[in-house]
Structure formats: structure tokens, C-alpha cells
């Protein structure tokens, strides 16, 4: 099950504690409890009662990506980016006209965190 929880500040509380202390010692850390969670903004179940099978999903990876100007950054643009916005109407004018601003362009992520509910390891 892919679980995403929309408008961001509706991330359920223990979540949120769970990655605030993810990187303290193991006696201060708040352990993640997706039963707690409440009902996804999306679900799409998964497992061999579905359509689904679990079968279909090994050897997964997550992968991060850089649209630029994808559906999201591109209808953002005004909001995210008003200085550029100023220059240029869109993100992928500015990006054309600025190529040189994205000679070092980096993330600072701090994790990566993946969790199941208990009945979901229950279908594999």
C-alpha cells in the first residue's frame, strides 16, 4: 500500500515525531506507528486478494526526481520562485534562459524513512 498524506501539515503527529527523533538516541526516539496514522489521501492496495499481487513488487527502489518544471514546480513557479518568475513567466523559460543556475544543484536530505502496517506484511 502507498500511503501520502496532503496538505503536508496533515502528517499524522507520530509520524511526524518519529523522523523528528529519528536521529537521537534509541531510549529518546518516538517509535513509528502507522496504525496510528488514520486514512491515506491515496490507497492502492496491494497483495494476492487484489488485483494486485505482491508478487509483481521486488527488488524496489525509491527513486528521487529532479522535474524541474513537471506538473507540480511548474504550477508553483509564481509562488516558489517570484524573483525568477519576475524575468521569466514560466519555469522552463527560466530554466532555458539560466541554464548556468543549475551548474550546482543539490538536496540535503535528512532520511529516508519506509514503514508497514502490521496487516499489510501480513498479504506477502
Given amino acids: 500500500m502507498l500511503q501520502a498524506f496532503t496538505p503536508h501539515g496533515d502528517m499524522p503527529r507520530n509520524l511526524a515525531d518519529s523522523i523528528r527523533t529519528a536521529s537521537k538516541p534509541a531510549e529518546e526516539r518516538v517509535a513509528p506507528d502507522p496504525d496510528k496514522w488514520g486514512l491515506p489521501y491515496g490507497y492502492f492496495p496491494i497483495g494476492d486478494s487484489t488485483n494486485c499481487p505482491a508478487s509483481h513488487f521486488k527488488n524496489m527502489r525509491l527513486v528521487f526526481n529532479l522535474a524541474f518544471c513537471g506538473s507540480v514546480a511548474g504550477n508553483r513557479y509564481n509562488m516558489d520562485c517570484p524573483n525568477e518568475a519576475k524575468?521569466?513567466?514560466?519555469?522552463?523559460?527560466?530554466?532555458?534562459?539560466?541554464?548556468?543556475?543549475?551548474?550546482?544543484?543539490?538536496?540535503?536530505?535528512?532520511?529516508?524513512?519506509?514503514?508497514?502496517?502490521?496487516?499489510?506484511?501480513?498479504?506477502?
Fill in 87 to 124: 524575468k521569466q513567466k514560466t519555469c522552463n523559460a527560466w530554466i532555458t534562459s539560466e541554464p548556468e543556475e543549475l551548474d550546482e544543484v543539490y538536496w540535503k536530505i535528512r532520511g529516508v524513512y519506509v514503514y508497514q502496517r502490521d496487516w499489510v506484511a501480513r498479504w506477502v
